[in-house]
């Protein structure tokens, strides 16, 4: 006990090796940027001023100064960070391969050589971006920067948020093209865009951009049914692909002018609906030819049709275990028919995007299919092998009795029984402990009794 109170003060800094100190940090800055939902060097900066051996040691570890994010605001005007701060961080980072965004809000020329000497800092080191994010991107000068402009051997993702305004695409194109000439390990890329017609998808093929080599492709944006089916045909070693639904031409024009795509590696697509305005995604799989899909989702569709998802099932075979079916004005009867189809789902997501229309709801009908049981299979008759169930409780179509949760207890204890998980995730406005529903008040009672539940309080905060 004496000699422990000789000790000076900061033994502890001296004594840990600086490898754990390294760690620790990278800790600490990690919860930091997810506490605060933005990405600083805040935290980092404060802990380098404790004493000069923090200092070295933070200096030291570039893997603490791969994240390099630069926002810039021309109206007001505001650029984050300072180009002393980004000099500092890329000098920092050594040559490691960094993760890279580039935000650019505005169109005003007001104070324009301070933002240009930090977007030329940036993209001096975009030959080590890991993966680059190119946010709005609007009006920026990017002809500016073509010297600083090149392409990064380490590349792997690539994200570009583009201007809404036709005539300056092709003129951002033919710069940032740069970025990819050669990008030999780029393999996922997406895209956000007002309109994407065909042209400009065959502009950026002049470019060499090189889809063939990508397997996630994630475009955000109106699109034509013949955009559609160009986008595939690019990339047909793509295995997870998000994409619109096509405008709503005609269906005799769609069978005229589609033809099955086979997307043979294709393990996860998602189909984003417009609604009314966009042809429905079940119509568009009967085109696809997808043998390896394992998750599907199916996103603010507006008509369900069985015959063409009946047709995509038979031709593909694929083994679906994770499926998400928002369908407007989706019936109980058409959601049994959905799932009756798939018997290897896992998961089951249910819920619907926010809308102002009446939303499809889950009832009674719905809930006692999936408490069917197979006596001599010991099993459930409607997903079998299902392991989570996801809902929007705004769906329930009575909340005023126990339908549902009854449902949900029965799947979780004969899941229990036979040694299998089964949860339940359920988006909610308002804490479930305090509601007075029997519903949710039974899910609350089967929580404490041990159901694995996770809660959504916003709503829409799941995937």
Same mark, same amino acid.
């Given at each position: 006990m004496v000699h422990l109170k000789t000790?000076? !003060?900061?033994?502890?800094? &001296? /004594?840990?090796?600086?490898?754990?100190?390294?760690?620790?940090?990278?800790?600490?800055d990690e919860e930091f940027r997810v506490v605060q939902g933005v990405k600083s060097y805040a935290t980092i900066m404060r802990l380098s001023h404790v004493c000069s051996c923090w200092r070295g040691i933070i200096n030291g570890a570039p893997e603490l100064w791969t994240q390099v994010d630069v926002h810039i605001d021309s109206w007001t005007p505001h650029v984050a960070p300072k180009k002393e701060m980004l000099s500092h961080i890329l000098e920092n980072s050594r040559n490691t391969p960094l993760t890279m965004s580039f935000e650019a809000l505005g169109n005003s020329s007001d104070k324009l050589d301070r933002v240009l000497e930090v977007a030329?800092?940036?993209?001096? !080191?975009?030959? /080590?971006? =890991?993966?680059?994010?190119?946010?709005?991107? &609007? /009006?920026?000068?990017?002809? =500016?920067?073509?010297?600083?402009?090149?392409?990064?051997?380490?590349?792997?993702?690539?994200?570009?948020?583009?201007p809404y305004h036709d005539d300056h695409i092709v003129s951002i194109v033919s710069v940032l093209s740069r970025l990819w000439q050669p990008a030999p390990l780029l393999r996922s890329f997406a895209l956000t865009i007002g309109q994407l017609p065909l042209h400009h998808v065959k502009f950026l093929e002049t470019q060499a951009f090189p889809f063939r080599q990508l397997t996630s492709l994630n475009v955000s944006s109106a699109i034509t049914v013949d955009t559609f089916r160009y986008l595939l045909r690019l990339t047909p070693f793509v295995t997870t692909a998000t994409l619109p639904a096509p405008s709503n031409d005609p269906r005799s024009h769609i069978a005229v002018t589609m033809e099955d795509m086979d997307l043979p590696r294709l393990k996860e697509l998602t189909l984003r609906s417009a609604g009314t305005t966009s042809v429905d995604s079940t119509y568009l799989l009967k085109f696809v030819n997808s043998p390896s899909l394992t998750t599907l989702r199916l996103i603010n569709d507006h008509g369900w049709t069985p015959l063409s998802f009946r047709s995509f099932l038979e031709k593909s075979r694929p083994c679906i275990e994770h499926l998400r079916l928002d369908i407007l004005r989706s019936t109980d009867n058409e959601r049994i028919a959905c799932v009756r189809l798939l018997p290897f789902l896992r998961t089951l997501d249910l819920r619907t995007e926010p809308r102002t229309r009446t939303q499809p709801e889950i009832g009674s009908a719905f809930c006692a299919a999936m408490r069917e049981w197979n006596a001599s299979t010991q099993a459930f008759v409607l997903c079998p092998t299902l392991e989570m169930l996801t809902i929007d409780h705004t769906n329930l179509c009575d909340t005023t009795g126990t339908v549902f949760a009854d449902m949900v207890e029965d799947r979780w204890r004969r899941s229990l029984a036979a040694g299998k998980t089964f949860k339940l995730q359920m988006a909610t406005r308002r804490d479930i402990r305090l509601d007075t529903s029997q519903e949710r008040r039974r899910i609350y009672e089967l929580m404490r009794l041990g159901l694995d539940v996770t809660l959504s309080m916003s709503g829409w905060t799941f995937d």
């Open positions: 000790l000076y !003060a900061d033994w502890v800094i &001296c /004594r840990v090796p600086p490898d754990i100190w390294r760690h620790i940090f990278g800790l600490s030329e800092l940036f993209f001096g !080191a975009v030959n /080590r971006a =890991k993966h680059l994010d190119l946010i709005d991107t &609007c /009006r920026f000068p990017f002809q =500016k920067l073509e010297a600083e402009i090149q392409a990064s051997p380490v590349l792997e993702s690539l994200s570009i948020s583009l």
